[in-house]
């Protein structure tokens, strides 16, 4: 879907760096959420967020912090406490509320360890 | 939480061939049940969703059934084509929660 920015396509970091993902919508959905896909392996959920100003944890969070000031933006940092950041990153987003909805993906960042 | 186990991780079909790829859910509130493909280095696009007042749901050469009572999904492709091989993954949601929960996937080849 065209309606879900990810840059960049590919991120290096350095030991002891952080970096940031960035996330842009413009399909006015409510929910965001971002993925880890780690190679022959499925989608697990790092972060989500309901609505603006509101996040919630998942399954892997250690290691990465996100922010919701704009419904539009859910940008994803990698800070250096993730000690294997190497993986494909993947953005999502919801219309309304409530699992009802399919989610619609980015094209996801590529990033990998200098 | 909702856990959703995929089987098998992969699976090759000659072309012409059907596929069936199933996924069991340990959460009985879950009623949203959807199939991504998603094709070698791009993103997951949906082909194909579920709800859980419907037993099955067809489009074209795809089709889905849920079993409630057993809490399993499965996706059926019918006459594969060499454009099918991808990785699909299921998934499973439910009401008023936005935690949408993936299989592990199957990379699915259809050699021609």
């Known amino acids: 879907d065209g309606g879900i920015t990810q840059s960049p396509k590919y991120l290096f970091r350095k030991e002891g760096q952080n970096v940031t993902l960035s996330c842009e919508q413009n399909?006015?959905?409510?929910?965001m959420y971002w993925y880890r896909q780690d190679p022959g392996q499925g989608l697990r959920l790092i972060y989500y967020?309901?609505?603006?100003?509101?996040?919630q944890k998942g399954d892997i969070a250690e290691g990465y912090s996100v922010s919701r000031e704009k419904k539009e933006s859910f940008p994803l940092t990698v800070t250096s406490a993730q000690k294997n950041p190497t993986a494909f990153y993947l953005c999502?987003?919801?219309?309304?509320?409530?699992?009802?909805?399919?989610?619609?993906f980015g094209d996801g960042t590529r990033l990998s360890i200098l | 939480g909702e856990n959703v186990e995929q089987h098998p991780s992969t699976l090759s079909v000659q072309e012409g061939d059907s596929a069936v790829i199933k996924c069991t859910y340990s959460?009985?509130?879950?009623?949203?049940f959807p199939w991504y493909k998603q094709e070698l280095g791009k993103r997951p696009q949906l082909i194909i969703d579920?709800?859980?007042?419907?037993g099955e749901k067809k489009d074209q050469r795809i089709a889905v059934t849920l079993n409630k009572t057993a809490k399993h999904f499965s996706l059926h492709i019918t006459e594969t084509q060499p454009e099918d091989s991808a990785v699909y993954f299921c998934a499973a949601s439910w009401y008023n929660n936005n935690d949408m929960r993936f299989g592990a996937g199957t990379r699915l080849t259809v050699k021609p």
């Open positions: 999502a987003s919801t219309a309304g509320q409530g699992g009802r909805a399919p989610q619609h």
């Open positions: 959460d009985s509130a879950s009623n949203y």
């Open positions: 399909l006015n959905h409510d929910a």
């Open positions: 579920i709800r859980s007042n419907v």
């Open positions: 967020s309901q609505i603006v100003n509101d996040f």
